[in-house]
């Protein structure tokens, strides 16, 4: 119903829902359900199964780097999706399960378009990099509005907890698909098909991206009781006016800029170098799960009890050493890599459930949507320019080569040393945000 405001004429308003308890728990029922559905497609286009689809159409690189980087350059669209999500919050719902279904559902064409090309692989990667650009553009603009949407619907007494539960479940659903992901195309590259079978895995991940928007559209959405907002420089601005919430965004840039130099290469690494096969790194697909299953709970209940930031310091350490495991692994021996793995899987999550709690616990209401849009799309092109560098350098230093007694140093390990170094002063700028005071009592 139309409200006044002053100096602004009457301006339309979406009251919100309370929903019942039965409501409520049926919608994060459904949540968790979508989650599972989101964990499949994911793993199924993820940085393994990604690697490895670039590498078999012949990407060198720069295109791999261009992959990584791609990701945050779409993240810039989610200043739109934000100004979508609260323009026309009663349609919210509808919106994030449509932008989402015309996400996901590009993977049917991913599958398909590079078959078109004929042997021409410079033109399969032109598609495949244009077609991946409009995927991450259509996913980032559809999570602001379910960012805001996830806010109101779980109520904040046990969010912590319920993100933990949210997270076992997508990561039991993650171990599934990647040991099933790996073995079959194993099954498919040993009888020379392996272009094939990235087809198949790509039309399932379609799939499941179908089976996330039928899910989206059976969830409760509270809506939520703000004006709103017109298309102006103080709207988009907004979140940065809080000092504590500019300094979570500049430590996520921070960070990115630095994982960026070295994400896109671990598998790549792996592939090449050590010449592992797809069941291994299904096999530390399945590490990370297990130890981000056992975690999650953990997390949650700690978090709740102490408060996110803690859990964001120790996680931050922990994922920052990590990249060492693969520098000074000799090409010959795979347990380190499984370390590495495992304890990815242990500080993976906590960082993941604490960084998205912070961003929330800071802002007003009002605000969670394109709070969230300012984050990613603060960080989008200096990450993207950071990936796109990161490519360029790894084609530069491809014919690196040494060998120091029995271990051997190649370009990519020398990017995982700096992925390291860029990220240190993000730990200097994590101690400078304060915590904000839950209702527990806790920091």
């Known amino acids: 119903m139309p409200y006044e405001v002053a100096g602004r004429g009457t301006v ?25 559905a989101a964990a499949v497609h994911n793993v199924l286009v993820g940085s393994a199964f990604l690697t490895g689809f670039a590498l078999a159409w012949g990407a060198n690189d720069f295109e791999l780097g261009l992959l990584g980087a791609i990701p945050f350059l779409g993240s810039l669209f989610q200043v739109v999706g934000a100004y979508v999500a609260d323009r026309w919050p009663d349609q919210r719902r509808l919106t994030v399960a449509l ?23 410079a033109r399969a990667m032109a598609w495949i990099l244009a077609l991946y650009f409009f995927y991450q553009a259509t996913q980032n603009a559809s999570g602001p509005g379910w960012v805001a949407w996830m806010a109101v619907l779980v109520p904040e007494r046990l969010r912590g907890r319920y993100l933990g539960r949210r997270n076992l479940a997508m990561e039991a659903f993650s171990v599934v698909t990647v040991l099933a992901a790996g073995v079959a195309l194993d099954a498919f590259r ?115 009890r102490r408060g996110y930031k803690p859990v964001l310091a120790l996680c931050s350490f922990g994922l920052l050493v990590l990249p060492l495991f693969y520098v000074l692994c000799p090409w010959g021996v795979r347990w380190p890599i499984y370390v590495s793995n495992l304890l990815a899987g242990v500080f993976l999550s906590g960082f993941t459930l604490a960084l998205f709690s912070l961003t929330l616990e800071g802002l007003p209401a009002e605000a969670r949507a394109m709070g969230s849009a300012v984050m990613a799309g603060v960080a989008g092109p200096a990450v993207f320019l950071s990936g796109a560098t990161s490519g360029w350098v790894a084609d530069v230093l491809s014919a690196v080569h040494w060998q120091f007694g029995g271990l ?36």
């Open 408 to 443: 051997e140093v190649a370009n990519y390990q020398l990017l995982f040393v700096a992925s390291i170094l860029l990220r240190l002063p993000a730990l200097f700028l994590l101690s400078r945000i304060s915590a904000v005071q839950n209702e527990n009592g806790n920091k």
């Open 190 to 304: 040993a009888n020379g098909f392996e272009r094939q079978g990235f087809a198949v895995l790509q039309m399932c991940a379609g799939l499941a991206g179908v089976a996330g928007f039928l899910l989206l559209r059976r969830q409760s959405d509270p809506g939520h009781c703000t004006p709103l907002p017109e298309w102006n420089f103080r709207y988009l601005v907004r979140p940065l006016r809080d000092v504590r919430f500019r300094r979570l965004v500049v430590f996520n840039l921070v960070w990115l800029v630095g994982m960026t130099v070295c994400t896109p290469f671990l598998n790549a690494h792996l592939l090449k170098n050590m010449h592992w096969d797809f069941k291994a790194l299904a096999i530390l697909g399945l590490l990370s799960s297990l130890a981000a299953i056992a975690m999650n709970p953990v997390w949650g209940q700690l978090a709740d």
């Open 99 to 121: 932008i989402g279904l015309l996400s996901r559902g590009t993977w049917f064409a991913i599958a398909a378009v590079p078959f078109l090309c004929g042997d021409s692989s």
């Open 12 to 36: 339309s308003y979406y009251t919100s829902v309370r929903l019942t308890k039965s409501e409520t728990r049926r919608g994060l029922r459904i949540a968790t359900l979508e989650g599972s």
